[in-house]
C-alpha cells in the first residue's frame, strides 16, 4: 500500500496545494529524464508476496499485529485487512543460480514466519483469496491500524457518496454491497519489480502488458469469493469493484477507474505519470517540505513523495515505480498480475517465465505491441482472468490460440532465451521453466485444482463451505511441500 501518511482526513486547502504539488514534482520527473541518465551498475528484479492468516480452523485471523510483533522481522509488514500480512523481498540479480536460491531463502523465511504465526494461534496461507472469508468476517475490527488505510477508505467512499457495489458473474454470481473497502482486502498477490533505464521503460511495459494475459492463464488462482465460484482469478475483478470510486454515472461517462490496465501503448515512462496527474484524482493528498527543483539543482535526487503517493493509488496491472535507493534514482516495472501463490516453486516458475519473455519481447526489432491493438492485450487479460486454463488468447501470427499452445510454441522459447540473456544457470532455467512446460500440457494451475477438488468434495455429500474448508486443508498440505500445484491429487 505504499508510504505511511500522518492524517486520514484532508482540507480543501490541502487537495488544492497538493494538486500543484504534484504538477511540481511531474515537471522535475521530466527535466530528470531529458537530463539523467539513471545509470546502474547491474540491473535487479525484486518480489513483494502477500499472505492471509487463518486460525485452527481455517477461517480468516485478524491477528496480523500479534504475529508480526512475534516475528520481529521488517520484512513482514501489515496489509490492509488484519488477517493480511506482506513479505518482501530484497532487490537482487537473477543470474547464475539466484533463483534456486531465492527458492531456498524464501522457504526458510515463510517457515521461520509460520512458527511465529503458531505461537500466537495462527497459521500462513500462501493463496489469491482466502476461500473460507465469507462477509460476516468484516462485522469485526478488520482494519489494520495504520492511518492510510483508514484515510484510504475515507477517500473512495467521499468520492463515491454511495456503497459499493460487487457484481461478478462466472459459472454462479456475486452480487452484495459493502460499506467499507474490506473486500479489497481479500486480493493477495505476487509483485514482481524490474529495474531498467528510463530509455527501455516504455518496450518493458509494453511487453509487460502484452504478457498479462498468458500470466493469468497460468498462475491462475482465485476461483472463490465469499463462498461463490467466480472467476478463474476473481481477484482482477474484485480489486477493481471493490476500490472503484466512481459512481454508475461516472462510469457510464467514460471515467477511468483507479484499478487500470490501460488503454494504449506508450512511448516513456513519462506518458503514464502524466496519464495519472491529467486523469486520477488525489485519494491521499498529503504534502512534503520538499522543494522538488530546488533539489535536483543543488545536485541530489529528489524524493517526488507527492508524485509517488499519488502513483501508489493509481493501481495499474504494470505500474511504473520512480524510487530513490543509496542516492541514486532509478524506475522500475512493478509487475502486479499475478496472485499469490501456491507454493514457493510455483511463484518462482512463474517469476522465472516473467522476466524470460520480457526480456525477449521487448528486445525485439518488430515488437509484438506493433502488431496487434491495445484493445487486443486488453480482451487477453479479461480472458485470463475469467477463463484461466480454458481461455484463448489473440496473438500475431496465430491469432485466436489456446493459452497452452501459444505459451508452448511461442512464449516458453522465448523465456528459456530471456533466461540464458539474464545468466541464469541452465539447472534454475529448467527447473522452472520446466514446471511452466508441464502446467501448460496438464493444463492444471491453482484455480482450476482448487474448483476441482470442491466439486470433488461436493460430490461426496459436502456442502459449498465444508467443501472449501476440506479443500483448503489439502491445499495447505501442498503449499507446505513444495511441490508444484500441477501435481497436487484430486481427492
Known sequence: MGDEIRSGHFTREQRTLYRDKVQQCLDVFERMLNEH?????????????????????LDPAMANAEVLANLADPSYQTELGRYNIELNVEPQEIDGDALTELEASLRVSLDHAESK????????IMIGILPTLRPEHFNTDWMSANPRYAALNEAVFAARREDLELDITGPESLRMYADTIAPESACTSVQLHLQVSPANFAANWNAAQCLAGAQLALGANSPFLFGKKLWAE???????????TRSPELKNQGVRPGVFFGERW????????????RYFPALLPETTEEDPAATLDAGLPPRLQELRLHNGTVYRWNRPVYDVAGGQPHVRVENRVLPAGPTVVDVLANAAFYYGAIRMLAAEERPVWSKMSFAAAKANFDSGARRGV???????????????????????????DGLDKWGVSPAARDR??????????????GSSWQVRAVDAFEDRGLDRQEALHEMLRLYVEGMHANEPVHTWPIP
Do not use: M
Open 37 to 57: 541518465t539513471f545509470e546502474f551498475d547491474r540491473q535487479l528484479t525484486g518480489l513483494e508476496i502477500e499472505l492471509n492468516l487463518v486460525d485452527k480452523v
Open 117 to 124: 504465526a503458531n505461537e500466537v494461534g495462527s497459521e500462513i
Open 234 to 244: 476473481t481477484r482482477t475483478e474484485l480489486f477493481l469493484q471493490a476500490t472503484d
Open 266 to 277: 506508450i512511448t516513456s515512462i513519462f506518458d503514464l505519470f502524466e496519464e495519472n496527474v
Open 390 to 416: 480454458d481461455s484463448t488468447l489473440y496473438w500475431p501470427g496465430y491469432g485466436e490460440v489456446a493459452w497452452d499452445e501459444l505459451v508452448l510454441r511461442e512464449l516458453l522459447p522465448l523465456a528459456h
Open 432 to 445: 522452472y521453466l520446466g514446471i511452466i512446460e508441464t502446467r501448460c500440457k496438464t493444463r492444471i494451475n
